[in-house]
């Protein structure tokens, strides 16, 4: 079964400070991978996707992902981080199979003034 | 353009009791999506729409949940009778098409508690 893990319930980090967030995939396949933002009672809030080319996807808000095939990864990037920039993050993978959006447990992203 | 727009956005309601959801999709998007999201999880897809009929509803709990978007547009999701369990934030999305390059844009949620 195609699935995503976020390995880390929070990320803390100091303003100014590059933050990443992580996200490891398990797809049989090309995955097709996408990035969330959900910020207090919100909805969702599309960031990036990974589809194909390039491993580094440029998205919203100054974010971006790496796309790592050897290490199954597509971990969320900001050179510098804004207290803004505080919310619950998902990573998603399309399932080949039926298409449907998979959804890790979220990460929330903590950033200190 | 206009977002997804849900109603309404809290709802407090006792078990054995129903409830109903609304969803406008982002204009022109021929597929919607309702998703359950428990607190402390991700989103789990209920059900998918494409136009007016149904692709997916296999998730959905077809004793107690009903979903209907009748004329391709708006949609509505029922509960009847409420659970506790069923204490949630209901998420609307739609995309313009099914493809797996296909983005999905969501609302701003129902959060429902259930007393």
């Known amino acids: 079964a195609q699935s995503v893990a976020q390995p880390e319930d929070q990320v803390n980090v100091a303003e100014g400070n590059p933050l990443t967030v992580k996200c490891t995939y398990s797809v049989s396949g090309n995955p097709y991978l996408f990035w969330y933002v959900q910020y207090p009672n919100r909805g969702l809030q599309f960031l990036l996707k990974?589809?194909?080319?390039?491993?580094l996807v440029k998205g919203s808000y100054g974010f971006e992902a790496e796309f790592n095939k050897s290490q199954t990864s597509f971990h969320l990037k900001k050179p510098s981080a804004l207290v803004s920039d505080s919310a619950l993050y998902f990573c998603a993978v399309r399932d080949v199979n039926t298409d449907k959006l998979i959804f890790g447990t979220g990460t929330r992203l903590q950033v200190f003034p | 353009e206009a977002g997804v727009a849900q109603s309404p956005r809290y709802k407090i309601i006792e078990k054995r009791q129903s409830v109903a959801f609304w969803c406008n999709p982002i204009?022109?998007?021929?597929?919607l999506y309702w998703y359950q999201q428990i607190l402390g999880q991700g989103p789990k897809l209920l059900i998918q729409f494409q136009n007016n009929g149904v692709v997916d509803d296999s998730q959905l709990p077809k004793d107690r949940f009903s979903a209907e978007r009748l004329k391709g547009v708006d949609s509505t999701l029922k509960i009847q009778p409420a659970k506790l369990e069923d204490s949630a934030v209901y998420l609307c999305?739609?995309?313009?098409?099914?493809?797996?390059?296909?983005?999905?844009?969501f609302g701003p949620g129902t959060r429902l508690l259930v007393l």
């Open positions: 204009s022109g998007h021929a597929t």
């Open positions: 990974y589809i194909t080319g390039d491993n």
């Open positions: 999305a739609s995309s313009s098409g099914t493809g797996r390059r296909e983005t999905q844009y």
